[in-house]
């Protein structure tokens, strides 16, 4: 497995304003991707964060409203851009370990008034 | 039609009850199977992956059905701290390695 961290772990934002989360593993990764998960909801992947390249995002996701950093192996970061309250979520990133299991982060709970 | 279709319950079972969570997924072409379990305000955790061939990791067993496309976990004994949301999860072989995820079943086990 990983140990994951992730930071902030919760913010009350401004609708508005923008709010980068970091997350860390104490591992090199090759994959680790950003998830996003709605109260009440389950999982939905925002991007796959790739290292060295530009993040690959899924439909509905863009990248002026969620910027990623993949500066190296084991960081990333996850920007939530002119954040309005429906942006109000849990963030989590994951990282793959072996072939097809992920470990998550402990997530990062945005509030957005 | 959602690409990973769960039951969402909630599940009420008195301890040591048997319980079994049944997942569908829509492409016939998925990968890798999973059950995460995740408890409220945490992150999910994996609690196994399900092989074609079935498998046993204590009092839970998985099997996959691939011909019907159709994924089980069974939970022998409940425990109080079996009561969370278990969560069916899929990749898909298209190259992309991220995971699909179910909406999730919730199990609360009473005493």
């Known amino acids: 497995s990983a140990v994951i961290s992730q930071k902030p772990s919760r913010d009350i934002c401004q609708r508005g304003t923008s709010l980068t989360i970091q997350c860390q593993v104490d591992?090199?990764?090759?994959?680790m991707f950003w998830y996003r998960q709605q109260p009440g909801q389950s999982l939905t992947l925002i991007a796959t964060a790739n290292q060295g390249s530009e993040a690959t995002y899924e439909s509905g996701f863009v990248i002026d409203k969620f910027p990623i950093s993949r500066p190296n192996l084991t960081f990333s970061t996850l920007t939530v851009s002119n954040m309005s309250p429906e942006d109000s979520s849990i963030y989590l990133c994951s990282v793959e370990v072996d072939s097809g299991t992920q470990y998550f982060g402990p997530g990062t709970r945005l509030l957005v008034l | 039609r959602k690409e990973v279709e769960q039951d969402p319950g909630p599940f009420n079972v008195p301890e040591g009850a048997t319980v079994a969570f049944n997942c569908t997924y829509s492409n016939s072409a998925s990968q890798s199977f999973f059950w995460y379990r995740q408890d409220c305000r945490k992150e999910p955790k994996l609690l196994m992956s399900v092989y074609s061939s079935g498998n046993e990791d204590g009092r839970f067993t998985a099997q996959l059905n691939r011909a019907s496309q159709y994924i089980s976990l069974l939970i022998r004994d409940s425990k109080l701290s079996d009561s969370a949301t278990y969560l069916c999860?899929?990749?898909?072989?298209?190259?992309?390695?991220?995971?699909?995820f179910g909406s999730g079943t919730r199990l609360q086990v009473q005493p």
């Open positions: 591992s090199q990764v090759t994959m």
């Open positions: 999860v899929v990749t898909f072989n298209t190259g992309r390695r991220a995971l699909t």
